[in-house]
């Protein structure tokens, strides 16, 4: 069976839930707060609940973050590669979620920013399997020493899936254009192809990401609208699913996870993309970044409408 290696960062969520933003050096009252893991987590338990096996292979601290989050890689049934570091504790993220479901988040690093490539020497992925790779491992200098190294040396064998987030017009030059030269698919979400591309639709944005990846296809995450999917040299809208949303956090990063398991199971790419965009509809109806649907929740919500 196919297994996914998951080389971005785990980290905690301080989620607050806002009724807006404060202005600046203003001040709100949050109406609701949860500490809970996301980051990389987020992807690792959507691809997981479909059954995939899925492997952590990033830092992870020691202290209160890094037992929460290794708690709930265990929960999910994820293997987790590395034994822990002894300082500093796993990073965070304050993540502020506005009335119409909107967020905004500020990181603060930890020891998932500390991979090395020693890390990953022994590393080796077998044919089928699956490397996630994202942009925010790119903004650290050691993780973008050990990731690049890696990459360049791994097997033709090995699907490399890259979302590059939010931060992609951070990413130094050299190390994006590796991930693209290297990446079997690119995820991200419009604004993020916009900014990477400069163009101005989501439509040419995910034709001039393509022109771009010499092995790989486009992934556009259009929201409530759904994806455009770029591969073998056609673009495809596959529409999403209206639902009502009452926090977006987490929408993309379960779109990515069901979209990776999907694809290991056999679906064909816009099947996969379709059943990415009913798990990112469903995701958006519940509070918190980690809400997925397990594989039997996704059936269900799919059965009776027409497929592809």
Do not use: K
């Not at 990477?196 to 790989?216: I, S």
């Amino acid at each position: 069976m196919s297994r996914l290696f998951h080389l971005g960062n785990a980290v905690v969520d301080l989620v607050l839930t806002v009724p807006a933003l404060p202005e600046r050096g203003g001040e709100v009252l949050a109406t609701r707060t949860e500490t809970t893991p996301g980051g990389g987590f987020n992807v690792m338990a959507a691809a997981a609940r479909q059954g995939l096996p899925v492997i952590y292979a990033g830092a992870h601290g020691t202290g209160p973050f890094g037992d929460r989050v290794r708690a709930a890689l265990r929960a999910e049934g994820v293997d987790v590669l590395l034994p822990p570091r002894q300082a500093p504790d796993t990073g965070f993220v304050v993540c502020l979620v506005d009335a119409e479901g909107e967020r905004t988040f500020v990181t603060s690093p930890g020891a998932e920013a500390t991979l090395t490539a020693v890390d990953l020497a022994e590393l080796r992925p077998g044919p089928g399997d699956l490397a996630y790779v994202s942009g925010y491992g790119l903004l650290y200098e050691s993780n973008r020493a050990a990731l690049t190294g890696w990459l360049t040396g791994l097997s033709e064998t090995v699907t490399v899936v890259a979302d590059p987030g939010p931060l992609v017009g951070e990413i130094p030059v050299e190390a994006r254009e590796l991930l693209l030269a290297r990446a079997d698919w690119w995820s991200c979400n419009a604004r993020e192809a916009i900014l990477l591309t400069g163009t101005d639709t989501p439509a040419e944005a995910a034709h001039a990401l393509y022109a771009r990846l010499p092995r790989g296809s486009a992934l556009v995450r259009t929201g409530p609208d759904g994806c455009l999917l770029h591969h073998d040299g056609t673009l495809t809208h596959i529409p999403g699913f209206p639902v009502h949303a009452v926090d977006l956090n987490g929408a993309g990063d379960a779109h990515t996870g069901v979209f990776i398991a999907s694809l290991a199971q056999g679906l064909t790419p816009l099947r996969a993309a379709r059943r990415a965009n009913a798990a990112a509809a469903l995701a958006v109806t519940r509070r918190g970044p980690a809400t997925a649907p397990d594989g039997m929740e996704l059936d269900g919500f799919l059965a009776g409408r027409d497929q592809d």
